[in-house]
């Protein structure tokens, strides 16, 4: 197997991965109006979506552990396409959240499985390249939206941007089926000792505690964005969705130009650093009321969002001190339930306050990230010290 090779199927896997999850956000001004949607009722998109994102995070690590990374992810991408693939056939909302609720489900095991492949791959530098492979999640996630937009705003029915999707999400699968890729089990697999061990130790369940802030405030903040920017300074759908596509490739160019400095600066303090930033460009958005200072906020906020989310989960892996798959979807779980529960929360503020008020939401999450991570990297090093 060409270890070469290897990575660049899984920077593919995760580059579809993410035009399917932010596809939704521009997608969802037509979603509402096909369905004739209140705010709260569009918010369950997200929810639904990630709720299923959880549920399947957990099975999927322990189908990885005992029967194989490759395994897992070739299942979960088949079921992935599928699901898409059918979307175009919904006849209702209901049957529309039960198709989200399982591409949510087979996208969580894709991301976590993927990102314990990758750190077991390149064990010698595995910050580095988790770091890389969701750099083509920023790729694609700005990919997705755009084209996206495009096409529904030339007159295409939403509904085919999924069945694309799902046709992209097959050539995939068939692809990874074809690749020879070792399918090792994992030696530690999951056992109700080694979850305890996990639980009980207060620095790995801080680490959770800051990806379950840190996804919720991204989901939020992106998810939202077409809608906020629509609702509150007038822009189109195709302006709209440009705004989200230039906070992914403000991302993207962040976790580009982070990769190189998880070699020489600790990933803890980059970590710290980019919190602050996060938090305090976020909460600008809740004051600003020009169209050129909200391009250049939109940019600030995907470079200081950039690589938190990589930078954490490998964090946590290395925290560990192993690449299990049950591992890495604890993470991500924990991830998927904030993906859940900010992006909901967020929905109930708009529903009933000013529309601005929601992004005091991700604000906060992403200060107590800071503040968190902080406080767990001066409690390591007074242990060290003593």
């Not at 390249?129 to 096409?151: K, M, R």
């Not at 998880?262 to 990933?267: A, D, G, H, N, Q």
Request: glycine content about 10%; aromatic content about 14%; some cysteine.
């Amino acid at each position: 197997m060409d270890k070469r090779w290897a990575n660049a199927l899984y920077c593919m896997i995760m580059f579809h991965f993410a035009m399917v999850i932010t596809v939704i956000s521009p997608l969802l001004i037509e979603i509402t109006r096909t369905y004739n949607l209140t705010m709260v009722q569009a918010g369950w998109v997200f929810t639904l979506n990630f709720m299923g994102f959880v549920i399947f995070v957990f099975t999927g690590g322990l189908v990885a552990d005992h029967f194989g990374k490759k395994t897992a992810i070739l299942v979960s991408l088949a079921g992935f396409s599928v699901s898409l693939a059918l979307v175009l056939f919904t006849p209702n909302y209901r049957i529309f959240c039960i198709l989200i609720f399982f591409i949510g489900g087979f996208g969580g095991i894709i991301e976590a499985v993927v990102s314990s492949a990758v750190s077991e791959l390149n064990d010698k530098n595995a910050t580095f390249y988790q770091n890389l492979v969701h750099s083509f999640f920023g790729v694609g996630a700005l990919v997705g939206p755009v084209t996206a937009a495009l096409l529904v705003t030339a007159g295409m029915d939403w509904r085919i941007c999924f069945l694309i999707l799902g046709v992209l999400g097959a050539l995939l699968t068939g692809a990874f089926l074809l690749t020879k890729l070792p399918n090792r089990r994992s030696e530690n697999s999951f056992s109700a000792a080694s979850f305890m061990v996990l639980v009980r130790d207060p620095a790995f369940m801080v680490i959770c505690l800051c990806i379950f802030l840190y996804t919720g405030a991204e989901v939020g903040s992106w998810g939202w964005m077409s809608l906020f920017l629509k609702q509150n300074l007038g822009f189109s759908l195709t302006r709209a969705s440009v705004a989200v596509g230039v906070f992914w490739i403000a991302i993207t160019l962040g976790r580009f130009a982070c990769g190189p400095l998880t070699l020489r600066f600790k990933p803890s303090s980059i970590i710290i650093v980019l919190a602050f930033s996060a938090f305090a460009v976020t909460l600008s958005s809740l004051f600003i009321t020009s169209e050129l200072l909200t391009w250049l906020q939109i940019v600030l906020m995907g470079f200081s969002f950039s690589s938190l989310w990589p930078l954490i989960v490998g964090y946590g892996g290395e925290h560990r001190k192993t690449s299990s798959s049950t591992v890495f979807s604890l993470l991500v779980g924990c991830g998927g339930i904030g993906a859940t529960a900010i992006p909901f929360l967020m929905g109930l503020a708009g529903s009933a306050t000013d529309a601005r008020i929601p992004m005091i939401i991700p604000s906060i999450a992403l200060l107590l990230v800071g503040i968190f991570f902080t406080a767990l990297i001066r409690k390591k090093n007074a242990r060290v010290i003593v």
